[in-house]
């Protein structure tokens, strides 16, 4: 096979890949005119249209899914061979590709990122922060971190954190103009800040459970967003209740900025773990970094019941 074809195959699996030229020649280095040019060379050589192109998306023929189902599976191969190449350099190299959600990115994966670069400046680390549920086998990540609830079974998982809690919290001026809810039904008389999750396609209901009980309960209140940052910031201000990650709210209950209730209806639950399919070979770069977070310990673990300052009194 000659070398030109070689690359304009792997030109094509980044583009049917990607399903557009515009971000496939970004991944490329290369303008779409060019990469436009490429494919249709290959299509010329080969014979058959590989790819069907309008003004907003690009899509595959019945052709152009033969050849990449036939192509992949070997380009992977290729690649994975490469990275275990790496196993012979004095130190490890090559770059990790993690999706994680806000929270976890910034507590979790962060701090061990910033840990291990100094130590290995040939290894390249990409976070993708998003907090809807990634496809990390189709968007060709490394891994993903996510809580221990939310992962597939036919994932390899590695705790790299204590369990968690969630707070539900208003500020001391709020509570001035509102009463203490003492059971769930009480939220329905509260303005509540809500919080928008792709993965539930709408707002978050909020999940609380007492003693084996699950109510999933829909809140309302004037303000909505869809980072959990945001939501924290205007509870702080007054503007309304918050349920979020203890972790998020925990120096504000101990200092008094935030009031917590209702907190013996948000048991703790498994925390956050580094997921990747088991099929896959992991390289030197991965397996670092792996082992960095696996000592985490930015996280604290949740606060006991009996020491949940602010409280409610108990339904």
């Not at 088991?278 to 030197?284: A, K, W």
Request: glycine fraction near 6%.
């Amino acid at each position: 096979m000659a070398r030109d074809t070689i690359s304009d195959l792997s030109t094509f699996l980044v583009v049917a890949r990607e399903r557009s030229f515009t971000k496939g020649a970004a991944k490329l280095g290369l303008s779409p005119s060019a990469l436009s040019h490429t494919i249709r060379l290959l299509e010329e050589r080969l014979g058959v249209r590989l790819l069907t192109r309008t003004t907003r998306s690009v899509s595959l023929t019945e052709a152009g899914e033969r050849l990449l189902l036939t192509i992949k599976p070997q380009f992977e191969e290729i690649e994975m061979a490469l990275s275990a190449l790496t196993a012979l350099r004095d130190k490890p190299a090559g770059t990790v590709r993690i999706t994680a959600g806000e929270h976890a990115a910034e507590k979790i994966l962060w701090p061990a990122v910033e840990r291990l670069l100094p130590d290995y400046p040939d290894i390249k680390v990409e976070i993708v922060v998003d907090n809807g549920l990634t496809d990390i086998v189709a968007d060709r990540y490394d891994a993903g971190i996510r809580l221990g609830e939310q992962l597939d079974k036919d994932m390899v998982a590695v705790s790299i954190g204590p369990e968690m809690r969630m707070a539900l919290v208003g500020s001391p001026s709020y509570f001035q103009r509102y009463p203490t809810p003492v059971t769930p039904q009480d939220l329905t008389a509260h303005a509540c800040i809500n919080l928008r999750l792709p993965t539930y396609g709408g707002f978050y209901a909020w999940e609380l459970e007492k003693d084996g009980r699950e109510l999933r309960v829909r809140v309302d209140g004037p303000l909505a967003f869809n980072v959990s940052h945001m939501v924290v910031n205007a509870a702080r201000t007054g503007a309304g209740l918050a349920l979020v990650l203890e972790d998020m709210v925990r120096e504000d209950i101990l200092d008094g900025r935030l009031k917590r209730v209702l907190a013996d209806w948000c048991p703790p639950f498994s925390g956050y773990h580094l997921y990747y399919p088991s099929r896959r070979q992991l390289s030197p770069a991965f397996a670092v970094l792996l082992d960095e977070l696996r000592k985490s310990d930015t996280m604290k673990p949740p606060l006991p019941f009996e020491h949940s300052p602010g409280s409610g009194p108990k339904p």
